[in-house]
Each structure stands twice: as C-alpha cells, then as structure tokens.
C-alpha cells in the first residue's frame, strides 16, 4: 500500500479529518518557551541506570511492583515520548503503553509515520502506582533522576509529553494541559524542545479531542524537521 495512502488510514482510524494538516503546513513554529531542569543524580551508563532502575527501593511503589519498565525504543531517537507511569498491563509485561491507551499512541505515532521501534518511549514513573492513582509528588521526585539521565544519553530531538501528569512534571508547573499545549517549550537549558498533547486513555474517553492531538503532533513534526541534525 502507498506510504501516503497507508498514512491517511492511521488519520482515518484516529478520526482526523485529511484536510487537517494542509491548515497547519503554512504556520511557523511557535516562541519558545523556556523551563530548565537541572540534573544532580550521579551519572551512570545506560546499562547501569537500566540495573539501578531494576533494582530501585527509592519509593514504596517498589513493595507493590511486578517489575519496573524502564522504557522502550530506539536509544538514538529523534522522538522521545514521555506519559505518566505504568498501568496493570505495562507491569505486567514490563513495556509502556502495551494496553488499550498504548495502541492508540501507535496509532497517533503512525499518523506522523512513526513507530515504537524508530521512538522511545517511557514514563514519568517506572513503577505502577495502585489502581492507576495519580503518581505522587514524593514518588515523581524519586524516579525523576532517572528520566533526566534516560533524556540526557538519548539527547532527542523533541519529548512529547502526553497528558497533564507528565507534562506537569516535566515543566514543573500546575497549568491545565490546554495552557501547556499548542506550543514549545524546553527542558535542559533550552536543548529539548518539548511539545505537550493529550493522554490517549482520556482520547479513548473524549475522542472528540484527537483533532487537537493531530495538530500537536504536527506542531512536534515541525519542530524535529527545522531542528538542527
Ligand atoms: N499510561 C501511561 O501514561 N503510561 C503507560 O505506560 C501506560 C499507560
């Protein structure tokens, strides 16, 4: 099948009209806007921070893990993509967004041609909270040396962070996720650009929010294709 073709089935399945991303091929990439994240954790290999984050005991989450999930991808990556923590499934099988929410970031990743393999993907928290509650301030704090390090070795070109938890996070900020969207900030002393969309477990909820998510990921496509190689 055509790539093109192929591409506006993913835009079909995600409810995304085609006419959608014509209106945004014309505007330019918004002011930046700028957050510094300082990393103060010591610095291990990428091997050494998959074992220190196996073995980790910084929180009580450790007590009511399966396993940890560290992240999935490709260590190279242009896109890092950053969501909120596991859920039942993902500590089940120790892998990100592998559930119902997980099949959707493919399809929206597949919608900008992407895939799992060419991006990677991780969350805030490396272990899952119970029942799915919001990760807690002292639990973010505990895993966040973690991602600064996973952030610093990959050095990608744009982080997604989809959905308010991760966004939040990242930008160290309480702002509603429909302030945080629709531009670019950065992390790390202006060297990641980070573009914020919405969660797609709440998609799945108000699917009626995915053409907003289809112009994020163009505003990230954008970023990653004018940013320098
Ligand atoms: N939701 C997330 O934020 N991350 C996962 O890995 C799975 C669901």
């Known amino acids: 099948m055509p790539a093109e073709r192929e591409r506006m089935q993913y835009l079909e399945a995600l409810g995304i009209d085609v006419w959608v991303p014509r209106e945004q091929a014309g505007q330019s990439v918004p002011d930046l806007v ?7 954790e010591p610095v291990p290999d990428w091997t050494e921070l ?13 007590q ?9 991808g ?7 993509i ?5 859920g039942a499934e993902e500590d089940r099988r120790g892998e990100p967004f592998v559930g119902r929410a997980g099949k959707l970031l493919d399809e929206m990743l ?3 041609e992407l895939d799992r ?8 928290l490396k272990c899952r909270p119970p029942s799915n509650r919001d990760p807690a301030a002292d639990e973010a704090a505990a895993c966040r040396g973690y991602l600064e390090r996973q952030i610093e070795m990959i050095r990608p070109r744009l982080i997604l962070a989809v959905g308010r938890i991760a966004a939040q996070q990242l ?3 309480d702002s509603p996720l429909g302030r945080l969207r629709g531009r670019v900030h950065t992390l790390n002393n202006g060297q990641v650009p980070l573009v914020v969309t919405y969660h797609p477990a709440y998609l799945l909820r108000s699917p009626s929010q995915k053409r907003k998510v289809w112009e994020d990921l163009c505003l990230a496509r954008q970023v990653v294709q004018e940013s320098p190689t």
């Open 34 to 40: 700028e957050v510094a994240v300082t990393a103060d």
């Open 50 to 62: 998959q074992a220190s984050v196996a073995g980790c005991t910084r929180c009580p989450l450790h």
């Open 64 to 72: 009511c893990r399966t396993q940890t999930v560290f992240g999935v």
């Open 74 to 80: 490709n260590r190279d990556a242009d896109w890092m």
């Open 82 to 86: 950053i969501g909120e923590a596991p």
């Open 110 to 112: 597949r919608a900008v």
């Open 117 to 124: 393999s060419t991006v990677f993907i991780t969350n805030i």
């Open 171 to 173: 930008l160290h900020t």
